[in-house]
């Protein structure tokens, strides 16, 4: 017995000697392809000339002129530009003549990732404590997104380094005509009256059957101390692309802006391009789950004071960043 245990003893003392090492896995990240720099700069001065034309409400002068600058400022960045015009209802039983803007970068490609804001700004004041009937500048409202995608388009232009997907720009017009706070007037034949370019778009696309891998709204990116949480919808529809855009924040330093923290639903331009045409879309938007939106929101505060370069630069350079990881 004493010499089975021994020889025992020994067989298990040879496995272990005879046995390959246990090896350490090493994962390693699939290192970042390169991008070109973001210039807030720019960005900021794009912003600054939407806010001199003064507000851009539908239906006014300053409206048209900088439609025309927008259009203009693609189109000299070897864009294809198109406008979708329409005529949508107000709450107030007004007509209004609308435009989107699409602005294509290499439309030849299948690939393609449809970048957004709002270009028009809110014609009242309704949540400030005086003249609250006169129309908002919207330097973050409105221009900040536009400012931030007109520099994106610019870049692409001016670097021999170009990303490997084709890009539309689509700028939504009428996103911000919702009922004043204090009346809630409603004409009850239709549902939202807010957010009319993108629910006109998400209906009748400007290319049939036109479709992208996924969309990112910007709403608000250009104000001092902004924060960008996971929107509700975007969680809900997005929120694989959700993740890549707030870790890819992380990866070039501005996790101190995306917050990976859970925020409500809102019923912005992003809820109509899921919902109705079927495109993933996430909203980067200023909107804090613990205080809601800035105290600039709808009042005479939304003005060039507002805009912070650190801001535009760190939605900027994220989204560029993501643009050209794909």
């Not at 994106?152 to 084709?166: C, D």
């Amino acid at each position: 017995m004493k010499n089975r245990i021994w020889i025992l003893a020994v067989l298990l003392l040879a496995i272990a000697c005879s046995s390959p090492e246990k090896k350490t896995e090493t994962v390693t990240e699939t290192p970042a392809k390169p991008y070109p720099s973001f210039s807030a700069d720019s960005a900021y001065a794009f912003v600054q000339k939407q806010v001199d034309f003064g507000p851009r409400v539908p239906m006014t002068p300053a409206h048209q002129e900088t439609k025309e600058w927008i259009i203009s400022k693609f189109e000299s960045y070897g864009l294809s530009v198109q406008t979708q015009d329409f005529e949508a209802k107000t709450y107030d039983n007004l007509t209004w003549n609308l435009s989107n803007i699409i602005a294509s970068y290499n439309p030849a490609a299948s690939k393609r990732i449809m970048l957004s804001a709002h270009w028009d700004s809110r014609r009242i004041a309704d949540k400030d404590s005086q003249e609250m009937d006169q129309p908002i500048e919207g330097a973050n409202d409105g221009a900040s997104g536009v400012g931030v995608l007109i520099e994106i388009a610019r870049t692409i232009h001016s670097q021999e380094l170009k990303p490997g997907v084709g890009i539309d720009f689509i700028l939504f017009d009428g996103e911000d005509d919702g009922e004043p706070e204090q009346t809630k007037v409603r004409n009850t034949t239709q549902d939202f009256w807010w957010c009319l370019g993108s629910q006109y778009w998400s209906e009748n696309k400007h290319a049939p059957n036109y479709t992208a891998y996924y969309g990112i709204l910007l709403d608000m990116v250009g104000a001092k101390g902004a924060k960008f949480y996971y929107e509700g919808y975007s969680r809900q529809y997005a929120s694989g692309i959700l993740r890549k855009v707030w870790e890819n924040a992380a990866k070039i330093g501005h996790s101190d802006f995306f917050v990976m923290r859970d925020a409500a639903e809102i019923l912005d331009d992003h809820a109509f391009v899921n919902a109705k045409a079927g495109i993933p879309m996430i909203d980067i938007l200023d909107f804090s789950p613990d205080y809601g939106f800035g105290h600039y929101h709808h009042t005479h505060s939304d003005n060039m004071d507002l805009i912070d370069r650190r801001t535009l630069q760190a939605v900027g350079e994220t989204v560029l960043f993501t643009v050209y990881q794909e």
